[in-house]
């Protein structure tokens, strides 16, 4: 099964001046929250009987084998998967009461996923990737760009702004999906390592940015013999 394991939490110092749609309300999985599907003609539970609650500011890996759960555990948490049984809330709303409508626009608004595969539009420039996903929040393009840009410097790739992700190397897609996870300043920071990147997802670039630490990160990590690496803010 999988493992959540917590860090010392960092101390308050977010920037009270930077927008953010953060609160100190936890995030919770809580009544044995759970996720069965059909497979074969038998009962498959990816997660099983969960309670969990992470504090704003916390960062959680949830360690396990491949196939133990970790990324459906991931899609609970971020809205994008809906539990069987239990309930998953985030600032207080439980997500299963929410319409296709509201829970897209609480994604948009609160949570930034980093998905195993990346999930890159190769038509589009690695800052283009990065400032659709201000889009739907109606922010004005030249702030698009801007938070984008100052994102894709911080993860080392401002002399790749203009290339499209099939030039770029896989460690490279990786961080701009990171910075397109981060530029709506989210509350939750689901990141799911990509098979191939043993590097863990949780980085310096995932903690040092507004609202860090009213945010909380989870990242779903393979089983390794010492402990995955958590930082913390400097």
């Known amino acids: 099964g999988t493992a959540p394991r917590r860090p010392q939490a960092p101390a308050e110092t977010a920037d009270a001046n930077q927008p953010t749609a953060c609160s100190a309300n936890p995030r919770v999985l809580r009544d044995n929250g759970s996720r069965v599907s059909r497979s074969g003609g038998g009962a498959v539970r990816a997660v099983d009987g969960i309670t969990l609650?992470?504090?704003?500011?916390?960062?959680?890996?949830?360690?396990?084998?491949?196939?133990?759960?970790?990324?459906?555990?991931?899609?609970l948490i971020g809205g994008l998967e809906k539990a069987t049984s239990g309930t998953v809330e985030l600032d207080g709303e439980e997500l299963s009461t929410l319409g296709d409508v509201e829970l897209t626009a609480l994604r948009n608004k609160a949570i930034g996923f980093v998905f195993q595969h990346f999930n890159l539009i190769p038509t589009l420039t690695a800052l283009d990737n990065v400032a659709l996903a201000l889009a739907p929040q109606r922010v004005a393009k030249a702030e698009r760009n801007a938070r984008s840009t100052a994102l894709l410097q911080r993860v080392g790739l401002g002399d790749r702004l203009g290339h499209l992700p099939p030039t770029l190397s896989g460690g490279q897609q990786q961080r701009v999906a990171r910075a397109r996870a981060l530029v709506n300043r989210p509350c939750v920071r689901p990141a799911d390592t990509p098979t191939g990147h043993p590097a863990p997802a949780p980085t310096r670039e995932m903690v040092d940015t507004p609202a860090a630490h009213r945010g909380c990160h989870v990242t779903a990590a393979p089983v390794t013999p010492a402990p995955v690496p958590l930082p913390q803010p400097t």
């Open 53 to 75: 609650s992470i504090a704003p500011g916390e960062f959680i890996a949830i360690e396990g084998a491949s196939g133990s759960g970790k990324s459906t555990l991931l899609q």
